[in-house]
């Protein structure tokens, strides 16, 4: 490993405006605090690579909480992304971020991945009535043994 790829691993001297380094990052929180205050644009890319590689959720949700309340819609969009990986990998989700999501458009990858992998007690009952079609036709139709 040269020296770039070790300042690129520790997030720094990373170049913000080329969305491939900034996949390669392995960030820290305080890295993607300092990239939302510069302003930078991929800052989304980044709060995705920081919950694929960061072990502690409470540590990346308030990140993930502060890309869905992004001005900029690609940023939003990516929060929601996030949101979503968050969901699978740690199985967990906050009430800050649910009231973000629930500013958002139905149907997106947040909603199915926490309905699937976070326990349903801990989910806002604007989730239960997103999924209650799908709960019912389960329910019905692939729960009970046809005579």
Same mark, same amino acid.
């Given at each position: 490993?040269?020296?770039?790829?070790? *300042?690129? *691993?520790?997030?720094?001297?990373?170049?913000?405006?080329?969305?491939?380094?900034?996949? /390669?990052?392995?960030?820290?929180?305080?890295?993607?605090?300092?990239?939302?205050?510069?302003?930078?644009?991929?800052?989304?890319?980044?709060?995705? #690579?920081?919950?694929?590689? !960061?072990?502690?959720?409470?540590? #990346?949700? @308030?990140? #993930?909480?502060?890309?869905?309340?992004?001005?900029?819609?690609?940023?939003?969009?990516?929060?929601?992304?996030?949101?979503?990986?968050?969901?699978?990998? !740690?199985?967990?989700?906050d009430? @800050?971020?649910? *009231?973000?999501?629930r500013?958002?458009? /139905?149907?997106?990858?947040?909603d199915?991945?926490?309905?699937?992998?976070?326990?349903?007690?801990?989910?806002?009952?604007?989730?239960? @009535?997103h999924?209650?079609?799908?709960?019912?036709?389960?329910?019905? /139709?692939? /729960?009970?043994?046809?005579?």
């Open positions: 490993m040269d020296q770039s790829d070790v *300042a690129a *691993a520790s997030g720094d001297h990373v170049d913000w405006a080329d969305g491939s380094s900034v996949w /390669r990052g392995n960030y820290r929180p305080e890295d993607v605090e300092a990239a939302f205050q510069r302003g930078e644009s991929t800052v989304g890319v980044a709060v995705i #690579v920081l919950v694929l590689n !960061h072990p502690h959720s409470g540590d #990346v949700l @308030r990140l #993930v909480a502060r890309a869905l309340e992004s001005a900029s819609s690609q940023t939003r969009e990516q929060g929601v992304v996030a949101l979503a990986h968050t969901a699978r990998l !740690h199985c967990t989700v009430q @800050r971020c649910l *009231a973000l999501l500013t958002c458009a /139905r149907g997106n990858p947040a199915d991945d926490l309905w699937s992998f976070v326990a349903h007690r801990e989910l806002p009952l604007w989730l239960w @009535r999924h209650a079609k799908e709960r019912l036709v389960w329910w019905f /139709r692939d /729960r009970w043994p046809r005579a």
